[in-house]
Structures are given as C-alpha cells and as structure tokens.
C-alpha cells in the first residue's frame, strides 16, 4: 500500500515548539516523585479516566510511586506531548510508536498480544450505502490527521479507489461516531476497540462498512530516560495483568486483551509503509 502526495498534502504536520522550554519541562516531570502514563486521547478524557484510572491506582501500589494517569485534549496535543518527552509511559498508536521511536527515542515494552489493529468505516445504520465507492462527494469524519487506522488507512484505501470526499477532523475517535450517529457526517473512520468501546456506552444506529487489513497494534512505551528497573517492573506488571481475576477485570475496563512482551521489530510493517506525517526535526 502506498500513501501518495495527495494525503500527505492533505494532513497536517505536527507544530514544534521551543526545544529548552519543553525539555526542561520534560525534565521537572521526571524529577518529580510521580510517574507520568499518557494515554492517546481517542475517547473523552471523561471515559478515558474511567476505563483507565484503576489500572493506574493498580501499578501506583505496586510501584511504590504515584503513577499519573494523563491524556491530552486531542490527539494533535498528545502528539506534542510525546514529542516533548511529557511522559514516562505512552499508549499511542502504530504509527505514533514509529515516529517517536525515532525522537525522542520511546521504546515499546508491551503490546496487546491476540490482536491486530484495523481500521473501520462506520456509516449510519440506515444508510443505503453498501461499499466505499457509494460515499463518492460525501463527508467523512476522522478523529486527527495522522491517526493511523482510523485516519491514514481508511484515507489510502477511499485514495486507492479513487473516491472524491470531503474529510472533517473532529477530534477524537469518539467524536467521529457521534457525528455520523446525529447525520453530520455520512460515514466516519475509527478502530474496533473505540467502537466497541462506544457501542458499550449506548452508541446506536452505527454500523460497520468497511475494515482494513490488520496491523500491530498499539505500543505501550518507555521514554528513554526512565531508568530500566522501573522499566522493566512496568513491563512485568503489565504482562501479569492476565494472570489473576483482578488484573483481567482492569484489562477489559481499559478494553484491553492480554499484554506480551514487546520488540522494537514489532512494528516493522507499520515502517514498510512508508509513512511521514509527524514532524520531529528540532524536537528537544
């Protein structure tokens, strides 16, 4: 699959700002006795801290250290973030791992292990639409320019068909399903786990009509400076949420599958790819 100029056109680079400012707040950060676990913001930061916030209570016992559930308000903002090194841990997407991976140098130590990661076009539920070519001239919502299922692969394949749309980015995953449920959009692209997420919380009259191929998913990764021991106790506590009814029960609030051991390699076919929508240049 190949991203052309079009979208690249398209999509908007991340801004960079001033390197001392945000190192240096990078630095207070870890200075600090709290360990800082950023959350891509796909969902509101509300439902965020619901699914999320027990999972943090959960490591921050074990620990011996506050862990601090952070988001951001939209994912272009949680993009910066990560950039600017604001977290110790970080659940970003695919393409994200790839980008900061790279600067500031994030390094993945877990990542779900029975999942793969596809891209969804979700229209309303009585919509006479049957295939991608019938959204020809509409409008089609995605949570940010640089979401990697949601946005990057739902965007090459309408590119790869030759289908003309108008995009609106509406800022989160969440968004994107409401505004096709109220008809503000006719189709909308996201992520099973987001949907489903949504369909749990009382999301009707969506449906699905479209997934991509599937993909590594999303990383769960370690800011270079965050010393190894804690590295590897967050990698080990992670991967042991499988093994007991407590750990299962906060993995599906987050709704999450079981975690496995994570290799940098992991995201090799996210790299085949090919993709350049994030700016790190001149990143601190």
């Known amino acids: ?55 943090m209570r959960y490591l921050s016992d074990r620990m011996g250290v506050p862990v ?60 006479v639409a049957e295939s991608l070519e019938d959204l020809g001239g509409k409008t089609i919502a995605f949570p940010a320019p640089a979401a990697f299922a949601a946005t990057i692969l739902v965007r090459a394949e309408l590119e790869r068909l030759g289908i003309d749309y108008q995009p609106r980015f509406v800022g989160s995953h969440e968004s994107v399903y409401l505004n096709v449920s109220k008809g503000f959009a006719a189709a909308g692209g996201g992520i099973e786990r987001t949907f489903n997420s949504a369909l749990k919380e009382g999301l009707s009259g969506v449906r699905v009509l479209w997934r991509s191929e599937g993909f590594t998913p999303h990383a769960f990764a370690a800011h270079p400076n965050l010393d190894d021991r804690r590295k590897e106790a967050f990698r080990n506590l992670l991967i042991g949420l499988a093994d007991s009814d407590e750990g299962r029960s906060l993995l599906a609030r987050a709704n999450l599958e079981r975690l496995i051991r994570a290799e940098d390699s992991d995201w090799n076919d996210i790299r085949a790819l090919g993709l350049e929508f ?5 990143a601190p």
């Open 1 to 55: 699959m190949r991203i052309t100029a079009l979208i690249r056109l398209l999509l908007v680079a991340l801004a960079v700002t001033s390197g001392a400012a945000s190192a240096q707040a990078s630095n207070e950060i870890r200075d600090a006795r709290v360990l800082t676990f950023g959350i891509v913001p796909q969902e509101s930061a509300s439902r965020l801290a619901d699914q999320w916030t027990p999972l």
């Open 68 to 127: 601090r559930f952070m988001t951001a308000p939209d994912i272009p903002t949680f993009e910066q973030r990560v950039l600017e090194g604001h977290y110790d841990i970080a659940y970003m997407n695919p393409y994200h791992y790839v980008e900061f991976s790279q600067t500031p140098g994030y390094r993945a130590i877990v990542r779900e292990g029975d999942k793969r990661i596809h891209g969804l076009v979700v229209v309303p539920e009585n919509t």
């Open 278 to 282: 994030i700016e790190t240049s001149g």
